[in-house]
């Protein structure tokens, strides 16, 4: 059993078993998506214009990088030229709404992109996510500079996919910070307590930051909806973990769903649990940290890596991300399996390489909800 910094049972970790062959997660062809009349959203007005697009939907395969291009539309002849100054990669269906990702961009804080910013994108999770890129173009960068609301806009857009009515004026409002009163989080359900507390509350709070210490959630009987936004660093491909825990520790408490987009760098964790036979006071908290890295070497032929993560009762997976550190070593992955126990959960990845160079070695960051087990969960304790 192998214990944290901070002396709690965190994880369990089977070592990779041999050398394991794995590959790069493949990367889809690039393509350039220029905005259209028919893909505006809206626009606002000053000293200058500011117009807002949505892209074509695009799939992102699981445990793959996806890389596309968007282009501002044409400029008319003696107008201003367009500058890309902000955007957002966000789930396009339900599905994709339990699915978790991180997108960055050549974006700079300022907005001086130009007319075309290129997106990548990995998708952490091990399934097909479908997604949109929304984006902004002004002809006056001064009038209108690139902003950013930290993850506040994810609530009331999972409601609206969820919901059937996609409100994209609403995303742009609140990612882009363009008219946040005009799209308010009325309707929304409030993080932590269930049902009963988005029933009494007609606004919900904003999203809390994540705290170096951890974020501690009230829970209640039933479906509870607890949220964080947190920073990642922008340029990384490997998924966070935000360790669980539960106050009393026998909580009955089950996860059923998580979700966590990260976009330049500015991540949002949502996470839905199912509770029974709680009692007055009980609590949940997260605490955000990197996730966890295993290096192996690579060798020529067949390999098997496998590890085994402590995690708490539910049906939420974990999230992979795996690399050779080089597209120059012809490797793949052949199968993945995960299975999943009430408190455990083995990940098991099967891959092949042709001739490797000598030294060359992988990487396995896993992330995403691990179980942290307290004082009394330890022998003695």
Wanted: net charge positive; aromatic share 8%.
């Amino acid at each position: 059993m192998a214990r944290d910094t901070r002396g709690r049972r965190a994880r369990t970790v089977a070592g990779v078993v041999g050398a394991l062959a794995l590959m790069a997660p493949p990367t889809a062809s690039a393509t350039t998506y220029k905005a259209t009349a028919a893909d505006l959203i809206t626009a606002r007005y000053g000293n200058g214009t500011d117009w807002a697009y949505k892209a074509p939907r695009v799939f992102v395969q699981g445990q793959s990088i996806n890389r596309d291009s968007y282009e501002c539309a044409a400029t008319p002849a003696n107008a201003r030229a367009q500058t890309m100054n902000n955007w957002v990669l966000v789930p396009d269906d339900l599905g994709s709404s339990d699915l978790s990702f991180t997108s960055t961009g050549n974006l700079s804080p300022i907005g001086s992109a130009g007319p075309t910013v290129t997106i990548t994108t990995w998708n952490w999770s091990d399934t097909t996510a479908h997604v949109r890129v929304v984006h902004s173009c002004t002809n006056s960068i001064d009038a209108f500079p690139t902003t950013w609301s930290y993850g506040n806009y994810y609530r009331r857009w999972l409601t609206s996919l969820a919901a059937g009515k996609p409100d994209f004026k609403c995303l742009v409002s609140n990612a882009f910070y363009w008219n946040t009163e005009a799209c308010a989080t009325a309707g929304v359900p409030a993080e932590g307590r269930g049902a009963r507390a988005a029933a009494s509350a007609p606004l919900a709070p904003l999203v809390p930051v994540a705290s170096p210490g951890g974020n501690v959630y009230a829970l209640e009987n039933g479906i509870n909806r607890l949220a964080m936004t947190f920073r990642h660093p922008s340029a990384s491909r490997r998924p966070p973990v935000f360790y669980y825990s539960t106050r009393p520790a026998s909580a009955g408490c089950e996860a059923r769903r998580m979700h966590v987009p990260v976009n330049r760098g500015f991540g949002y964790l949502h996470l839905v649990l199912r509770c029974s036979g709680l009692r007055t006071g009980a609590t949940a908290k997260l605490t955000l940290r990197p996730a966890i890295r295993r290096t192996f070497p690579l060798r020529e032929g067949r390999g098997v890596g496998r590890i085994r993560l402590d995690k708490p009762p539910g049906t939420v997976k974990p999230l992979v991300f795996v690399s050779t550190r080089s597209a120059a070593v012809p490797c793949d992955i052949r199968s993945r399996q995960v299975r999943m126990a009430r408190r455990t959960v083995d990940l098991r990845i099967d891959g092949r390489c042709g001739r490797v160079p000598r030294g060359a070695r992988g990487e396995l960051a896993v992330g995403g909800l691990i179980a942290e087990k307290g004082p009394e969960d330890r022998p003695g304790g």
